[in-house]
């Protein structure tokens, strides 16, 4: 615009030269003109010079106008688009000025504070902005986190960067890393991170190492405990040696056996186990392993009960299959109180077939539930060390089946039992076969 302004102003300033210049001419040349005539060749000169010098400004404005026009529909484009950007991102964002009044987020910052989605949709302004109509939110409104309110503040004020953590006490508690940075004109912006399920991941994976090396700890310390009596001379006691080289192998074997295991849920997890997944008739094998199980736990005096149709037919690797359902069934009945009762029930949904296993036992409480099926992980901790286990049987289960496409989830009324619920492809349309399960020698994990 100024440019248009400047050339203006040079075609004007040309325009009189010209004329003077005319003027000047007009008295050489027509020295004896009268002055009729020579008003008339002022007026006829004027007059082009004014059209000429209007049609340049006109054309010039025409010009900027088009170039005015091309950078409106570029930035509302550019608008869209952030606020698209802005709209998708799982962050939230915000923008606050120099008064901590709000002037623009995202729907993520919304979710996180106290603020209004929806209203300020991206299609009524270019970005999440807070409406003409209307004063922008304030920040201590939004949120009465002093973390929060102190970091833009610091932001705006020092025109420093800032990065602090934060958590919401909502519902599920989150926690958000807040990095806020000075941006031009005393505003501020802050982008939080999500760094909940990174949190959580880092937890059960600090807990992992500490189970793990509790779990190991015990049997090596029985171990040592006999080997060390009896090397002492207890070798020699002919009543006794037996029985503490018996001790000696039972805790050498939990040793071995969780070390197995942990290397088999490895295999599993990294996709090293490889399925020889076909049509299996699942109530042979819940009936195999059902014998399998009674037989581990012959003097437990609990009732099972069967629902699951002859003709059901699942994709499965049969090994894989009985080691599912052995570590549910085990649970199952370990979990279980005398005289309880365990229910197997199976039926096609679809492409899927849902199996479920109920048991009457103490049931598992609400904040373990989710946790479960974590490795190592095991509820009520006084109660299940008191029964045999390492808490990897249900990490295996899980794995298992989501390498055969299929999930996994518990549901539980403490006191009353639990439900273990997992499916798999059904088997229909391929043609089937009657499976005979091995002697289930690999069922347990
Ligand atoms: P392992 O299966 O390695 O022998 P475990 O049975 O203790 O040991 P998981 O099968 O992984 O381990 O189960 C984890 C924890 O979940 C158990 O320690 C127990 O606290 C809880 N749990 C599992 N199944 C049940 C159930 N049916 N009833 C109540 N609690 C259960
Ligand atoms: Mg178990």
Excluded at 78 to 106: F, K, W
Aim: some cysteine.
């Amino acid at each position: 615009m100024r440019d248009l302004e400047r050339r203006v102003w040079v075609a004007t300033f040309a325009a009189v030269l010209l004329f003077a210049v005319f003027e000047v001419l007009k008295t050489i040349l027509f020295p004896n003109i009268s002055l009729t005539n020579s008003h008339i060749m002022t007026v006829i000169v004027a007059g082009v010079t004014t059209f000429f010098v209007s049609r340049y400004a006109l054309s010039r404005y025409g010009e900027a106008l088009k170039l005015v026009e091309r950078q409106t529909v570029m930035t509302e484009e550019t608008n869209r688009l952030l606020s698209a950007v802005l709209a998708t991102m799982r962050e939230g964002v915000l923008i606050v000025d120099s008064q901590m009044r709000i002037l623009l987020y995202n729907d993520a910052a919304a979710r996180i504070m106290r603020l209004p989605s929806g209203e300020l949709s991206p299609s009524s302004s270019p970005l999440y902005s807070a409406p003409q109509s209307s004063r922008p939110p304030r920040l201590v409104d939004a949120t009465r986190d002093p973390a929060i309110n102190a970091a833009f503040r610091s932001a705006v004020e020092d025109r420093t960067a800032v990065e602090t953590r934060v958590e919401t006490a909502d519902r599920e508690a989150r926690s958000f890393q807040l990095n806020v940075a000075p941006l031009s004109r005393d505003l501020a912006v802050g982008v939080f991170f999500d760094i909940s399920q990174l949190e959580r991941l880092e937890r059960v994976r600090r807990e992992f190492f500490a189970n793990l090396s509790h779990e190991l700890r015990t049997p090596l310390t029985a171990i040592l405990a006999y080997a060390e009596t009896l090397m002492g001379g207890a070798i020699d006691d002919v009543e006794n040696n037996a029985r503490f080289i018996e001790k000696l192998y039972k805790h050498a074997a939990r040793m071995n056996e969780l070390i197995s295991d942990i290397s088999d849920l490895a295999a599993i997890e990294s996709g090293k186990v490889k399925l020889a997944t076909g049509p299996v008739r699942l109530r042979s094998v819940v009936s195999e392993v059902i014998a399998l199980a009674e037989a581990r736990h012959s003097d437990c005096g609990i009732a099972f009960s069967v629902s699951v149709p002859d003709d059901l037919f699942v994709m499965a690797d049969l090994t894989r299959l009985e080691q599912i359902l052995y570590n549910l069934i085990d649970n199952a009945i370990k979990f279980n109180k005398s005289g309880g009762s365990v229910t197997i029930t199976a039926k096609e949904e679809g492409s899927t077939v849902r199996i479920d296993v109920e048991d009457t036992g103490a049931g598992i409480a609400d904040a373990d539930l989710p946790r479960v099926f974590e490795r190592l992980y095991r509820a009520d901790k006084s109660r299940s060390r008191k029964i045999e286990g390492t808490g990897l049987g249900l990490a295996i289960v899980k794995h298992l089946v989501q390498a055969h496409g299929g999930e996994v989830y518990a549901a539980s009324e403490p006191g009353r039992g639990s439900r273990f619920t997992f499916t798999l492809p059904s088997a229909k349309g391929h043609p089937q076969r009657e499976t005979n399960s091995p002697a289930l020698s690999g069922a347990e994990k």
